[in-house]
């Protein structure tokens, strides 16, 4: 919010798609209960957007955030609310959004994972549901969790690293270029 409100920038890039354009619209406690309400029908609809395999995979991830969401107190995506709330006090600047479409990332990482490896991997996502401890939030801050949950889960499942950190990293420089780039003006001015 600070660094927004100091630097007054024409394009703030927050790392979502627009699939998950919904995380800057809600508010904390309505994304907390959408999370929680994880439903056959919700499944089906996942299901029939994106196939079984990632729709499943969706299904279980949104578990997995809704999990931590309980644990933690907070509805993920709060920095990118933050971000797009206070670019909008920034007058001309405008919000873009820098990340590859979640269903691309998700049938890409599903497509590297043999069949064992996706049953391991959803067979993870049901049962890792233990409790968080504050010093493990404490530890957050201390280092990328996202980035250290892949670490741990790299010697498993080799091609989600590369999917997730390699190939979004070169998504999202081609992003921040691109959001970088000057506005074509309408005038026929030089």
Given at each position: ?190
């Amino acid at each position: 919010i600070q660094t927004i409100s100091m630097m007054q920038p024409d394009v703030v890039l927050v790392e979502l798609c627009k699939s998950r354009l919904n995380i800057l619209q809600f508010d904390e406690k309505t994304l907390e209960e959408e999370a929680k309400n994880i439903n056959m029908q919700k499944l089906r609809m996942s299901i029939k957007q994106s196939g079984f395999i990632t729709g499943v995979m969706q299904i279980l991830l949104l578990s997995m955030s809704a999990h931590l969401t309980k644990e933690l107190g907070m509805a993920p995506g709060g920095e990118f609310r933050k971000a797009f709330h206070s670019a909008q006090k920034v007058p001309g600047c405008r919000v873009h959004l820098g990340d590859r479409p979640i269903q691309i990332t998700l049938r890409r990482a599903m497509g590297e994972l043999s069949v064992w490896q996706k049953v391991k991997l959803g067979w993870h996502l049901i049962m890792a549901k233990e409790p968080i401890t504050k010093e493990e939030v404490r530890n957050v801050n201390k280092k990328d969790l996202l980035e250290e949950m892949l670490s741990e889960m790299t010697g498993e499942f080799p091609g989600l690293s590369r999917v997730f950190v390699e190939e979004r990293d070169i998504y999202l420089a081609h992003s921040l270029q691109a959001a970088a780039r000057p506005i074509p003006s309408t005038d026929n001015e030089l």
